[in-house]
């Protein structure tokens, strides 16, 4: 069964991005979320397999988003998807629970090595 | 033992160095801590040079211990007599090592012995205990002494995990913690190096990291926590090896990663192999244009073989430049010791402060810099700041204040010289120029304060009214201009009279492979650095403004240069829509009308020899795959 993958991020484009990546390589992406605290909420209903997650967004950002899905479901998967220079956000995100990260730019294939990695489809 | 002599000598000079560093730190702030890294570092010496049978300077050392040691126990004062009379011994060795480098023996010191056991003997009450130097043990490489571990939980193997970032990871502290993470989650992790804190501050040299956990699963277990982990190559994964046992064979044993985790390379062969692999990564490309003219059915395959070769060459590349990476502390780590030997000479009092000494660059870049900083601090002491009594006349405190920030910016670095001192004089400058006969009275009166200032890196148009054996005369700031230029760095100088002087290098940071994007004026194909491009548009015409005629994007309007009448050429009649490069410059963004946009390709800079170096806008040049030479722009430059 395919993989569900849930893609948080405030810019468009980048949500479009992700959706066709995820989806080219044969993944469900069964919903977006465009800030924090709809993640949280999208997450609830969704219970995703995997989760992406920007950082800087309105109303609740991606470390204290990710802090609060992980806090109440230890085993989510949740990667950030950072931009060069967030360097310490990134380790914040980490220390909440995040997975793992890719930075942006990135290529497809990156955040689709990545994806395989934490979801353990590829030793 | 004479192959050894090498590393002795190079080990020995780190040791000194950092005994008087140490020493001039603790003259500012005696700390117990400060006192403990003098006593190794003279331990240090004093054991290396005794394994390699070279008496003198390991009884110069037993007796700097010995003192040291006196201080430590806080057998009286640190006062500045002491500082002097060890920073003196720190010398002496220095030269006796230098000695033993081109194979002299170094001569005793017994002057130097005796007024150093008397200063013992005074403090302690004890005459020093004589020394004893063993001779022909072999010099051990290595061995710090281990820090206890925390005992390992009874039952799980004890492995060490060697791991690698990928050079290719835009966040190795983060990498790095993931890495933790996991290997956390098998058991219980003993040691981490480098630690955490290091790794939040930044610090993972060449991608390294080292983790013994005592681990559930052994090996296995270990393997696949690590291939879960994007961006990281496992070196070597095995038992944990006692520290004086005899070698264990290990699953995947790795020559340098389990026992010496580091060796000393000599820094030519560094520089044969950036050469070497920037060559491999031209020849690369070289060999993917020749395969552009094979039939279309045979290419694949061997784009495929290009490709990989591409990657590999490139990853070394990138390995070769990361080995080369050197924080400027090396540099600015002796600057606290002139600072405090020319105030002394000059009796002034000064305070200096360095920050960023942790920022990287090149090898090349760092020794190129050496004596530029150290002259341009002297000049700051020597002729910046004023004597005491001046200051306190004109209001400031009275001791003297210098501040060396180096910073990154993008893919430069500002290495900065800030004074409180008197400023320098851009009149004065102006009329000794003029007076040399170096510019008419008419030009020098037409020149910015800036360029003015510029003037002092004229030889023989220097201001210092007093001459000293410190520095002055102008040949220096010559020098230095010449010297921040032939690493592709730019000098720039601010003075304010009263207020102080800041002296700027803006420095690359690499010689680095570049990514170029090549355009076309006058016929005439041009590579422009891509991290300067900001972006590229085709416009229709552009729009009359004050001077210079402007280009709307976005929000903005930018002055629009052509690239063919920067460079002199024939700027071709503009029909129609043309390209543009927009790009940084000094004063803000432009844009740059160019023909055609040819491409962008991924080039090694060579640099220029001369007469070409002397050209002011061009920072180098490359050959194409095609085999085509390619000059690379310095766009700043062009247009200052």
């Not at chain 1, 992406?52 to 990710?66: C, F, S, W």
């Not at chain 1, 479901?73 to 931009?83: D, M, R, T």
């Not at chain 2, 205990?129 to 281990?146: D, K």
């Not at chain 2, 422009?528 to 929000?555: F, Q």
């Amino acid at each position: 069964m395919a993989k569900r993958v849930l893609i948080v991020d405030d810019a468009s484009f980048m949500r479009s991005m992700l959706r066709e990546i995820f989806v080219e390589a044969g993944y469900d992406v069964v919903g977006e979320a465009t800030h924090g605290v709809e993640a949280v909420q999208r997450y609830e209903e969704l219970r995703p397999d995997l989760t992406t997650m920007d950082i800087v967004m309105p109303y609740k950002n991606g470390v204290e988003a990710t802090r609060e899905i992980v806090r109440t479901h230890p085993q989510a998967v949740v990667v950030i998807c950072s931009a060069l220079g967030q360097e310490a956000l990134v380790l914040e995100a980490l220390e909440a629970g995040a997975a793992d990260f890719v930075v942006k730019p990135f290529r497809g294939e990156d955040v689709l090595a990545m994806a395989r990695k934490v979801l353990g489809e590829e030793a | 033992m004479s192959r050894y002599v090498g590393l002795f000598v190079a080990e020995a000079v780190e040791h000194l160095e950092a005994l008087g560093r140490d020493l001039v730190t603790l003259e500012q702030k005696r700390s117990p801590e400060m006192v403990d890294s003098l006593f190794r570092h003279a331990h240090s010496v004093k054991g290396m040079a005794a394994s390699m049978g070279l008496e003198p300077i390991a009884t110069l050392a037993h007796r700097v211990e010995d003192l040291v040691e006196a201080l430590r126990k806080d057998e009286g004062p640190l006062d500045q007599a002491l500082v002097d009379l060890l920073l003196e011994a720190t010398d002496a060795m220095q030269g006796q090592v230098s000695a033993a480098a081109s194979g002299q023996p170094p001569a005793p010191s017994t002057a130097l012995l005796s007024r150093l056991g008397e200063l013992v003997q005074s403090r302690t009450g004890r005459p020093p205990a004589p020394t004893r130097v063993a001779q022909n043990v072999l010099f051990s490489v290595g061995g710090p002494e281990a820090s206890p571990s925390p005992p390992p939980p009874p039952d799980f193997p004890l492995l060490d995990v060697h791991m690698r970032v990928l050079p290719s990871s835009q966040n190795p502290g983060a990498r790095a913690f993931v890495l933790h993470r996991k290997l956390s989650a098998l058991g219980t992790v003993l040691s981490v190096e480098p630690s955490l804190e290091e790794v939040r501050a930044g610090a993972l040299p060449e991608g390294r990291l080292c983790i013994v956990v005592a681990a559930r699963g052994g090996v296995a277990q270990v393997r696949q926590a690590v291939a879960q982990v994007p961006e990281v190559e496992l070196v070597s994964v095995g038992p944990r090896r006692p520290v004086a046992a005899e070698p264990v064979a290990q699953e995947a044993p790795h020559p340098l990663a389990s026992e010496v985790r580091s060796v000393r390379v000599r820094a030519e062969l560094l520089d044969d192999f950036l050469e070497l692999a920037g060559e491999l990564l031209l020849a690369t490309s070289r060999l993917r244009e020749m395969g552009k003219r094979l039939p279309e059915a045979q290419r694949p395959m061997l784009e495929e073989g290009v490709d990989r070769l591409h990657g590999l060459a490139k990853d070394m590349h990138g390995r070769v430049m990361g080995a080369r990476m050197t924080p400027l502390a090396v540099v600015t780590d002796q600057l606290p010791r002139t600072v405090r030997d020319v105030a002394r000479r000059r009796g002034r009092e000064v305070d200096l402060e360095v920050e960023g000494a942790e920022v990287e660059l090149d090898r090349s870049i760092v020794d190129a810099l050496a004596d530029p900083l150290l002259h341009v601090l002297r000049n700051a002491i020597d002729h910046g700041l004023e004597d005491a009594e001046t200051r306190k006349a004109s209001g400031k405190p009275q001791r003297g204040r210098v501040k060396v920030t180096v910073r990154r910016a993008r893919d430069r670095v500002m290495v900065e010289v800030a004074d409180d001192g008197r400023g320098m004089d851009a009149e004065g400058l102006s009329a000794s120029a003029v007076a040399r006969g170096v510019l008419t009275a008419e030009a020098a009166a037409r020149l910015p304060r800036s360029e003015l200032l510029l003037l002092s890196c004229l030889p023989g148009v220097s201001t210092a009214k007093d001459v000293t054996d410190i520095s002055g005369r102008g040949v220096g700031m010559d020098a230095v201009k010449r010297a921040v230029e032939r690493v592709g760095g730019m000098l720039e100088l601010e003075s304010e009279p009263g207020r102080g002087t800041r002296v700027t290098f803006r420095l690359p940071l690499t010689v680095a492979v570049l990514q170029l994007l090549l355009v076309q004026a006058s016929g005439e194909v041009l590579g422009l650095p891509i991290t300067k491009v900001l972006g590229v548009v085709e416009r229709d015409g552009v729009e009359p403004g004050p001077g210079r005629p402007l280009l709307r994007h976005d929000a903005a309007l930018l002055p629009v240069h052509g690239l063919a009448t920067l460079l002199g050429f024939e700027e071709r009649e503009a029909l129609g829509v043309r390209p543009f490069v927009l790009m940084e410059a000094d004063k803000g963004p432009v844009a740059l009308a160019v023909d055609v946009l040819v491409g962008q390709e991924e080039v090694v800079l060579k640099a220029l020899t001369r007469p070409l170096d002397q050209l002011p806008g061009l920072a180098g040049v490359t050959i194409l795959g095609s085999g085509r030479p390619v000059f690379i722009l310095d766009v700043p430059r062009l247009l200052s």
